[in-house]
């Protein structure tokens, strides 16, 4: 099939004239490419099978259903362009179809592997356990706790009967590029995020189940009337008595987002108070006021499932959790502001990612060392 009747081909699967046979090669074709890896293709038949891709997805989004963070549908022009082994994830720009566009590509002098499983355990008496290199499934007793690695990238505090009541306070912290799972004295269990810390009791003895938190973390807490959970967080504070939220303060954050999954949760500061539903996030703005919205809590929740969730996201906001998840440094050249949607694994190194974002012919990146330069 020469050149010109190939485009004939696809422009007909575009405009929904193509037979259930034409459609079924234009799929096969596709899928090749991507089994080929790296192909290079003239600009015009690759902003055809951008249009393909684009077109498909936006057909998809009409319809309402709950989001598979793997799609197995076609990749199309993410396939041509070999991006993904991983489940076929795409990213494109807000109420813009991929466009032919001579632009600078992409250039990885070296790659950045994803993060993983790391922490570090600050002690009562100051002392630090460094997690990840933890050679032995247990630590020393804090309080009247025992402490113990339940599985790769988890840790668990279990109160010991007839140890002292007296609590003492421990930290976790995970670095750029972390993440860790903490299974609190109560049972409650929590999920941080990269560069995040909680500080917490070794044993809940008082009126309330008090943590602070730095960074974001997502709570599954236990439900107990009679002792709240709270949690400290830049400026605010939420009381919950047993349900499931997310947390998100990160410092360079506009500002401090708690987003509520189940049961009921109570965001207040010195100046105002609010209980949220199932499905609504409050923000807490930098004038200590609070905004309330109704948001997709699996976009929300996504990075503790092992994805990044894009949903109208802005290039900063996107490269802003690219640098958090891979301990890089962001630096921008020229004018980008663009908006994206999308979802893709986070066990992937960075150049997959940023190739996904490349795809939108409307950003390219450059990666020397730690860094990734970001140009139109």
Sequence with gaps: MDKNTFHELVNRYLDGTATTAEQALVDRYCELLETAGDTELEPETEALLQQVMYDRIMQRMKTPRRRSYRWTYAAAAAAVLALVAVGGVFFFPRKQAPAVAVREKSVFHNDIKPGGNKATLTLANGSTVVLDDMMTDTLAPQGNSKISRTGNGQLAYQVQPGASQQPVYNTLTTPAGGQFRLTLPDGSRVWLNAASSITFPTAFTGKDRMVELK??????????????????????????????????????EKGVRTTLLEGSVRVNNEEQSYMLKPGQQAQLQPDGQFSLHTVDTEDITAWKDGQFAFSDADIHTVMRQVARWYGAEVIYEGNVSHHFMGTVPRDVPVSRLLKMLELTGRVSFVVEGNKIIVKP
């Design 215 to 252: 960074g974001e973390a997502y709570l599954e807490v236990s439900h107990n009337p009679q002792q709240p959970f709270k949690v400290k967080v830049r400026g605010m504070e939420v009381s919950v008595l047993g349900t499931h939220f997310n947390i998100n303060a990160y410092p360079d």
